[in-house]
Nanobody, 123 residues
Framework: VQLQASGGGLVQAGGSLRLSCAASGLTFSRYVWGWFRQAPGKEREFLAVISWSGRTTYYADSVKGRFTISRENAKNTVYLQMNSLKPEDTAVYYC?????????????????WGQGTLVTVSS
């Protein structure tokens, strides 16, 4: 199983980025997909999750209204559109796959992880 995250980079505060996570080696549509981030010295933080069909999404309060998660099952890819970025959004961003929505915000429950992509927001 491989999850390849991409799209990170350096952006000014108020800007936007779109992260992608391309999956292979698993049946993409059978998993829910989440995005997490981890800043230096901090715990891994849940950001968003999307259900198998894409009809159900949940967001952390810290990103609600600014970030949007989506998926394309035909392309085995999940996205995270990030708008109105703030310096406190600076972190390594990870995609992850789980077979259940039951504990979607708990990172230890996820089965597979991408390698992470760095997002740096300058003030």
């Amino acid at each position: 199983v491989q999850l390849q995250a991409s799209g990170g980079g350096l952006v000014q505060a108020g800007g936007s980025l779109r992260l992608s996570c391309a999956a292979s080696g698993l049946t993409f549509s059978r998993y829910v997909w989440g995005w997490f981030r981890q800043a230096p010295g901090k715990e891994r933080e849940f950001l968003a999750v999307i259900s198998w069909s894409g009809r159900t999404t949940y967001y952390a309060d810290s990103v609600k209204g600014r970030f949007t998660i989506s998926r394309e099952n035909a392309k085995n890819t999940v996205y995270l559109q990030m708008n109105s970025l703030k310096p406190e959004d600076t972190a390594v961003y990870y995609c992850a796959a789980d077979q259940s929505l039951a504990y979607y915000s708990d990172y230890v429950r996820y089965d597979y992880w991408g390698q992470g992509t760095l997002v740096t927001v300058s003030s």
